[in-house]
């Protein structure tokens, strides 16, 4: 689920090479998540979402890449349309001319908005100096 205290489903690779907020090794990670209301508006999942769907220009491709189905990835992808007062994905069907979808620019700017508080949050003393205390009490 997607709410504070729960156990959490994040689709991003980090994730799942140590479990939640670890990197590969157990090294302490800084995972930023953007909460409206009881549920994660924009986390790292769907942010890893939102920037595949931008690189294959498809819903299916990119839930294929992330290791969830089409249903799970389109529900993101609507649930993150309902974010901002804009879609932040818009899809085409297919035809003769193809289906897609795309990440439209007010989703590219949320999606580097939420890179730089990302990146922010990961280089801040506060973690800088909560990392240290958890690799310091990690069994050698």
């Known amino acids: 689920t997607d709410r504070p205290g729960g156990p959490t489903r994040s689709t991003d690779m980090a994730d799942r090479t140590g479990g939640p907020g670890t990197r590969r090794g157990g090294q302490p990670a ?15 999942g769907k942010a890893s979402l939102l920037r595949a769907i931008g690189e294959t220009r498809s819903i299916s491709a990119a839930g294929r890449r992330l290791r969830m189905s089409y249903r799970r990835a389109w529900l993101r992808g609507e649930g993150m349309n309902a974010l901002c007062g ?3 994905v818009v899809t085409r069907r297919g035809g003769a001319a193809g289906g897609g ?6 989703g590219r700017r949320v999606l580097a908005a939420y890179d730089e508080l990302q990146a922010l949050a990961a280089g801040s003393r506060a973690f800088r100096y909560l990392a240290r205390q958890m690799r310091a009490g990690a069994a050698p």
């Open 30 to 44: 800084c995972q930023v998540r953007v909460m409206r209301g009881r549920g994660v508006g924009l986390g790292p």
């Open 86 to 88: 804009s879609p932040l």
């Open 101 to 106: 979808a795309e990440v439209t620019p007010l």
